[in-house]
């Protein structure tokens, strides 16, 4: 089993810039990616960027070239950098764990509780 714990949510300003973490624990040497998603009220859960065992990174086009995703595997933490925040990035941000790839219409094995993100002024 895998533990996920969201953390680093919170109110910004657009263009505004936030760092969201996720720490996990438990079963974690399989892992084979682990990926950002988020939800609004009222819309689908999407998957917002994805990074693999190897470092490979992938990002949503509505947030590609803002958001950053990374690894410190010394403290088992995922983290996304969020840059240039806008209003339609307001959302519970979740952060999921696959012993498998992570791709839209897949199915994360694991995931945290969220972490709200509003961007308002």
């Known amino acids: 089993q895998v533990h996920l714990v969201e953390s680093g949510g919170g109110l910004v300003q657009p263009g505004g810039s936030l760092r969201l973490s996720c720490a996990a624990s438990g079963s974690i040497f399989n892992i084979y990616a682990m990926a950002w998603y988020r939800q609004a009220p009222g819309k689908q859960r999407e998957l917002v960027a994805v990074i693999t065992n190897s470092g490979i990174t992938n990002y949503a086009d509505s947030v590609k070239g803002r958001f950053t995703i990374s690894r410190d595997n010394a403290k088992n933490t995922l983290y996304l950098q969020m840059n240039s925040l806008k209003p339609e990035d307001t959302a519970v941000y979740y952060c999921?764990?696959?012993?498998?790839?992570?791709?839209?219409?897949?199915?994360?094995?694991?995931w945290g509780q969220g972490t709200q993100v509003t961007v308002s002024s």
């Open positions: 999921a764990a696959d012993l498998g790839p992570i791709y839209s219409g897949s199915r994360p094995d694991y």
